[in-house]
C-alpha cells in the first residue's frame, strides 16, 4: 500500500508519457501499434488505480495526499494528488472507461490517415482528465480544467477539413471560456478568502469558519456557471450537441463518460460550499431539473443517432445537477458512474452502427439491423434498458436513488421530482424511439448498402461496457449501500441530516422507498410501452395520423426549440457588430494616428525634396553662399 | 622683409581662383584641382600669419592640412576613377540620381 500510494503519480503520468512519445513517434509506427502504446499507457494507470483502490474500498487505508512538487508556494498552489474515496472513483471511471474506448478507436479509426495523432490527443485527454480529478488544488484542478477543455477543442475538429467539425470545436471552446471565465472568478473569490487554493486548507477545512452565507453563495454560483459550460447545462449546453462532429469514441469519451461530468465532480467535490449557501443547492437542482427537461424534449425529435444521444447526455448530466442539487451526492455520483457505462456503450454502439452503415448516421435510413449487426444490437438493448432505468439494469437503481433524494428534501423539491419523474418517461421514449428505427422494421438503407458487424476491436469494449451496464446497479440498491457506505468518509461532513438519518429513514419506510421505485419504474415501463406502440406495434394509418397531429411539437424539437438560432441573434450577433465596431474603431483611430504621423513626415519630406537638386555645383554655390554669409556676420559683430 | 600682406593678398587671389573653379567647371577632376588650390591657399595664410606672430603654430596646422589632403586626394580620386570607368565621363552634372 505504501510502496503503491508513492506511485500513484503514474496514473497522471502515464498517460501523459503516452501522449508525449505518441506525439513525437507515433507516425513511425504502423497502423495498430499506436493505438497499442496508447491502450498500453493507460490500461496500466487503470491496474495501477485499480490496485490502489483496493484499500480505500476495504477500509484498510484512508484518504491521503501525495505531494509532487510545490508550483505557487505564495497561493498554496502545488502539484498535489488527493487520493480518497471520490477522486478513486473518478480516476477508475476514467481510465476503465478510457481503456475500452481507447480499445474500441483501433478499430473505429481504422485507415486514418491520422491514426497516431488521435491516439495522442486520447492519450493526452486521459492525462488532463486525470489531473482535474485527482488534483488537491484549484490551480492544479484548473490546468485539468483547462486541458480537458483543450482536447475536447482538438477532437471534436479532429476531421477539420469538414468546416462542420471546425466550427463545431470553436463553438465547444468559445461556450466553454464563459464558463472557464465565471469558474476562474470562483478561484479568485476562495484565494481571497482562505489565503490559498490548497483544498485541504479551503472546502475541506471547515469552510464555515470562513465564510459568510453571502460569499458563499457568490462562490457557489460562479462555480455553478464552471460546472454548467463544462457540463452542457442551460444555457451554455449548446455546445454539446455539434461536438458530435468529432469521431464517435471521443463523443464517448469526453463528451459522455468523463470530461463533461467534470461539473458534476466539482459540485460534489465542493458541496461543503454549496451547503453553506441558503439558494445554491435549489438553484443547481433548478437548473438540472430544467436542463434534464429541455434536452429530452429535444432529443425525442432527432434523427441523427448521434444526436438523440447527444441531447439524452445534456438531460443526463442534467440529472446528475438535480442529484448533487438536492444534497444527493452519493445518488449523482452514482448516476455519473452508471452513466459513463450505459452511455459510453451507447455511442459506442452508435458508432459501430455508423461504421457498419458506411458512415450514415440518419436513422431514417436505418431500420432492421439487428440480424445484420447481433452483437451490436444486444449490447445497445442493454444499454437502451439501463438508461430508461428498467430494473435490474443500471439506470433502474441511479436514476431511482436521484429522484427519492430529490423527493426526501420535500417541498419546493417535489416540483422538481415531478420534472425528473416526466424526463424518466421522455427518455424511456426517446430511447425506445431510437433502438426501434436503429434495430427493428424494415430497412431503409440507401441502395446498394450491405451493412456489416464490427471487428473484434469494436465488439468486445462494447461487450464488456454492457455487462457493466446490466450489473453496476447492484453497487448501490437501497438495501445494500455499498457505494453510499464507500463515500461516507468524503460526504459525511455535509447535511449530517441527510446521510444519517433522513435519506436511509424516508428510504427505510417500508412502502415510500418501494413506491417511489415502482412509480419511476412505471414511468420507464409506460415510455418504452408508448414509444414501441407508436413506433413498431401501430398501423400504417395510425402512424400517419401521429406524425400529422405532432408535427408542430416534432418540428420544434427536431430544430431544438431554435435555440441556436436566438443565441445567434441575441448574442453572437451583437458580438460581432461589438467587434466590427472595435475593429472600425481600430483602423479608423488607432491606425489613423499612426498613418497620421506618417503622413505629416512625409509631407515635409516633399516639401523639402527640391533641395536636392542633384547638381553638386549649386551645392558648392551654398556652401561658398554660406561661407560669405558667416563672414559677414562675424565682421560686422566686430570679430569673433 | 615685408609683412604678411602680399602672402595675404597672393593667398586670396589663389582662394578666389579655387573657388571660382570650384563653382564653374564641370569636369569632377577640375573641381578636384580647385579644392587643392583653396586648401593651399589656406595653407599659405598659415604659414604667413605663423611667421608674422613668431610661432610654429601655423606650420604645424599645415602638416595636418597637408595630411587630411593627401587622405581626400585618394579616396576622392579613387571615387573619379571608378565613376569614370562607369559611365566613361567625370561630368559632375551628370551624376543626379540621387536628386530628390
Known amino acids: 500500500m505504501d510502496f503503491l500510494a508513492d506511485y500513484l503519480w503514474l496514473i497522471i503520468a502515464l498517460p501523459l508519457a503516452g501522449a508525449v512519445a505518441l506525439h513525437f513517434g507515433g507516425k513511425f509506427l504502423p497502423e495498430p501499434l499506436p493505438g497499442l502504446v496508447a491502450v498500453g499507457a493507460i490500461g496500466t494507470a487503470f491496474l495501477i488505480a485499480a490496485a490502489a483502490f483496493v484499500p480505500l474500498a476495504t477500509g484498510e487505508a484512508e484518504a491521503h495526499i501525495l505531494m509532487l512538487w510545490d508550483w505557487m508556494p505564495g497561493i498554496g498552489a502545488a502539484f498535489e494528488i488527493r487520493w480518497d474515496q471520490l477522486s478513486a472513483l473518478m480516476t477508475l471511471i476514467v481510465t476503465g472507461v478510457g481503456t475500452l474506448i481507447h480499445i474500441y478507436s483501433i478499430g473505429y479509426m481504422h485507415g486514418d490517415p491520422r491514426f497516431s495523432r488521435f491516439f495522442t490527443y486520447l492519450n493526452l485527454f486521459a492525462a488532463s482528465m486525470l489531473t482535474l480529478v485527482l488534483a488537491n488544488n484549484y490551480a492544479m484542478m484548473f490546468v485539468g480544467w483547462e486541458l480537458v477543455g483543450l482536447c475536447s477543442y482538438l477532437l471534436i475538429s479532429f476531421w477539420f477539413t469538414r468546416p462542420s467539425a471546425a466550427a463545431a470545436g470553436k463553438k465547444a471552446f468559445v461556450v466553454n471560456r464563459i464558463g472557464d471565465f465565471a469558474f476562474i472568478v470562483g478561484l479568485m473569490l476562495v484565494f481571497t478568502q482562505f489565503g490559498s487554493l490548497s483544498m485541504s486548507e479551503t472546502v475541506l477545512s471547515h469552510p464555515g469558519e470562513v465564510l459568510s452565507p453571502g460569499t458563499a453563495t457568490a462562490i457557489a454560483i460562479l462555480f455553478l456557471i464552471g460546472a454548467a459550460g463544462k457540463s452542457a447545462q442551460i444555457p451554455l449546453y449548446v455546445w454539446l450537441p455539434d461536438a458530435m462532429e468529432g469521431p464517435t469514441p471521443v463523443s464517448a469519451l469526453i463528451h459522455a463518460a468523463t470530461m463533461v461530468t467534470a461539473g458534476v465532480y466539482l459540485i460534489a467535490r465542493n458541496a461543503a460550499i454549496f451547503e453553506l449557501s441558503p439558494v445554491a443547492l435549489p438553484i443547481v437542482a433548478t437548473v438540472g431539473a430544467a436542463t434534464a427537461l429541455v434536452a429530452a424534449l429535444i432529443a425525442v425529435g432527432q434523427n441523427d443517432i448521434k444526436k438523440v444521444l447527444a441531447y439524452s447526455t445534456v438531460s443526463q448530466l442534467g440529472y446528475m445537477f438535480l442529484a448533487v442539487g438536492s444534497a444527493g451526492y452519493v445518488a449523482g455520483v452514482f448516476h455519473l458512474m452508471t452513466h459513463a457505462f450505459f452511455k459510453a456503450l451507447l455511442f459506442l454502439g452508435a458508432g459501430s452502427v455508423i461504421h457498419g452503415m458506411h458512415e450514415e448516421q440518419d436513422m431514417r435510413k436505418m431500420g432492421g439491423l439487428r440480424t445484420a449487426m447481433p452483437i451490436t444490437h444486444a449490447t445497445m438493448l442493454v444499454a437502451t434498458l439501463a438508461i430508461a432505468g428498467i430494473f435490474p439494469f443500471a439506470g433502474f437503481f441511479s436514476k431511482d436513488e436521484i429522484l427519492a433524494s430529490v423527493f426526501a428534501n420535500g417541498g419546493y423539491y417535489l416540483v422538481l421530482w415531478g420534472v425528473g419523474l416526466f424526463t424518466a418517461f421522455l427518455t424511456a421514449y426517446y430511447m425506445t424511439r431510437q433502438y426501434i428505427m436503429v434495430f427493428w422494421g424494415k430497412p431503409r438503407w440507401v441502395e446498394g448498402l450491405k451493412p456489416h458487424e464490427s471487428s473484434l476491436w469494436m465488439t468486445v469494449p462494447l461487450m464488456v461496457l454492457a455487462v457493466l451496464s446490466a450489473g453496476a446497479g447492484f453497487l448501490n440498491t437501497p438495501q445494500l449501500l455499498t457505494l453510499e457506505h464507500y463515500l461516507e468518509p468524503v460526504f459525511e461532513a455535509l447535511h449530517p441530516a441527510h446521510l444519517e438519518s433522513e435519506l436511509p429513514r424516508i428510504l427505510g419506510m417500508d412502502g415510500l422507498a418501494f413506491g417511489l421505485a415502482i412509480v419511476s419504474l412505471g414511468v420507464a415501463v409506460i415510455g418504452i410501452a408508448t414509444a414501441g406502440f407508436v413506433y413498431a406495434r401501430s398501423s400504417e394509418r395510425f402512424r400517419q395520423w401521429f406524425a400529422n397531429a405532432t408535427r408542430r411539437p416534432m418540428n420544434a424539437s427536431e430544430n431544438a426549440f431554435w435555440v441556436d438560432k436566438f443565441y445567434g441573434k441575441t448574442i453572437v450577433l451583437p458580438g460581432k457588430k461589438l467587434a466590427q465596431g472595435l475593429a472600425s474603431f481600430d483602423s479608423f483611430f488607432v491606425d489613423g494616428a499612426v498613418n497620421g504621423v506618417a503622413g505629416v513626415v512625409q509631407r515635409i519630406g516633399m516639401s523639402l525634396k527640391p533641395l536636392q537638386s542633384g547638381f553638386v555645383r549649386s551645392y558648392g554655390a551654398t556652401f561658398v553662399a554660406g561661407v560669405i554669409g558667416l563672414v559677414i556676420f562675424f565682421l560686422t559683430r566686430g570679430g569673433l | ?100
Do not use: C, H, W
Request: charged share 10%; net charge positive; glycine share 8%.
Open chain 2, 1 to 100: 622683409m615685408a609683412g604678411p600682406t602680399p602672402y595675404m593678398a597672393l593667398a586670396f587671389i589663389l582662394f578666389v581662383i579655387g573657388a571660382t573653379g570650384l563653382l564653374t567647371r564641370r569636369n569632377a577632376l577640375i573641381m578636384f584641382m580647385s579644392v587643392e588650390l583653396m586648401l593651399n591657399s589656406v595653407n599659405l595664410t598659415f604659414v604667413a600669419a605663423g611667421r608674422a606672430i613668431g610661432n610654429f603654430t601655423g606650420q604645424v596646422s599645415v602638416f595636418f592640412v597637408l595630411v587630411v589632403a593627401a587622405a581626400e586626394v585618394v579616396i576622392g580620386l579613387a571615387i573619379i576613377v571608378a565613376v569614370f570607368q562607369k559611365r566613361n565621363s567625370a561630368s559632375v552634372d551628370e551624376l543626379s540620381e540621387m536628386k530628390g
